[in-house]
């Protein structure tokens, strides 16, 4: 779905937005016993690629290292291995541990029997392991949606509207796209007790049937709108507000479904300020669509903003 701005008359005067992506939640958390062996699957599910390949790097050096030291500390384990050698004792462990078996070295006493023994076991435990929580990161669906740095508010049809952009990346189908955005506000109750508040900003429209390439949210800046008032900035930034944007929906490729996610800080919403088209039509009806143009944005002229 796409909503196309219409054209300025004068050239558009492009606005600089920052260039990270988007506001995180500041939470230290205080009081909570949290071992990490009581929930390692979920662990290390949430850890980023380079994480999870280094912690399996360093499990696998770890282990063979330590069947190494026992090798070396029962004398003649080993068959063709140099005496009282870490090295051969080392690549040997590794050899073993992966199921490599070349040859050259092999087994030659009890002792070095039960610790390949226990070493193969250990291997065959690990490459399960290793391999269910590879394939788990693998298959974890994800949507690749982009959102824009900043909304702007200007108004639509004579009413101002709170805008924000995000585009299928994929260029794929999303079936039955639902958005919600969500007010963060910390409030001050009666008793003077602060509570973070969840309010529910209504969207012009909010569900999708198939998102495919753009998608501008709107929402209508009227009395019921936390937005509205002279003052309604001033009021929110006490409250330390975010707006937090979900879209949930079913990727036709994954027959999953699949969410993203954005916040909002006050500061990136600017005043009067549009979103430049970012689809174009040719003759032959082909939509070309510009993704570097997500972010761009162009001043609406004064009298667009909200309040």
Do not use: C
Request: charged share 20%.
């Amino acid at each position: 779905m796409s909503h196309r701005s219409e054209a300025p008359h004068a050239a558009p005067k492009r606005i600089r937005l920052r260039q990270d992506d988007g506001p995180a939640l500041k939470v230290l958390a205080i009081g909570q016993h949290r071992v990490i062996r009581d929930d390692l699957y979920h662990f290390i599910l949430t850890r980023p690629w380079w994480q999870f390949l280094g912690l399996f790097t360093l499990l696998f050096v770890f282990l063979n290292a330590l069947f190494a030291v026992g090798y070396v500390l029962a004398p003649g384990s080993i068959a063709n291995a140099r005496p009282h050698s870490f090295e051969d004792a080392f690549f040997f462990s590794v050899q073993t541990l992966a199921t490599i078996g070349y040859g050259g070295m092999s087994p030659a006493s009890l002792v070095g029997h039960l610790l390949v023994t226990v070493e193969a076991i250990t291997g065959m435990i690990g490459v399960a392991l290793t391999t269910g929580i590879t394939y788990a990161k693998f298959s974890r669906p994800t949507a690749r949606v982009l959102f824009s740095r900043a909304a702007g508010i200007s108004t639509r049809d004579g009413v101002p509207h709170l805008m924000f952009r995000l585009a299928n990346w994929r260029r794929n189908q999303i079936y039955h796209a639902t958005l919600r955005a969500y007010l963060l506000i910390s409030d001050v109750t009666l008793e003077g007790e602060r509570m973070r508040r969840v309010h529910d900003l209504s969207l012009v429209r909010d569900n999708n049937p198939t998102f495919i390439l753009t998608w501008t949210a709107m929402h209508r800046i009227d009395e019921t709108s936390p937005f509205f008032g002279d003052h309604a900035f001033e009021r929110l930034r006490k409250g330390d507000t975010q707006l937090i944007v979900m879209v949930t929906g079913t990727d036709e490729t994954l027959s999953q479904q699949v969410y993203a996610r954005h916040a909002y800080n006050l500061d990136d919403i600017l005043p009067n300020a549009r979103f430049v088209d970012m689809v174009a039509l040719l003759p032959d009806g082909t939509r070309v669509i510009d993704y570097s143009k997500i972010h761009d944005m162009f001043e609406a002229g004064p009298g667009a903003e909200g309040g």
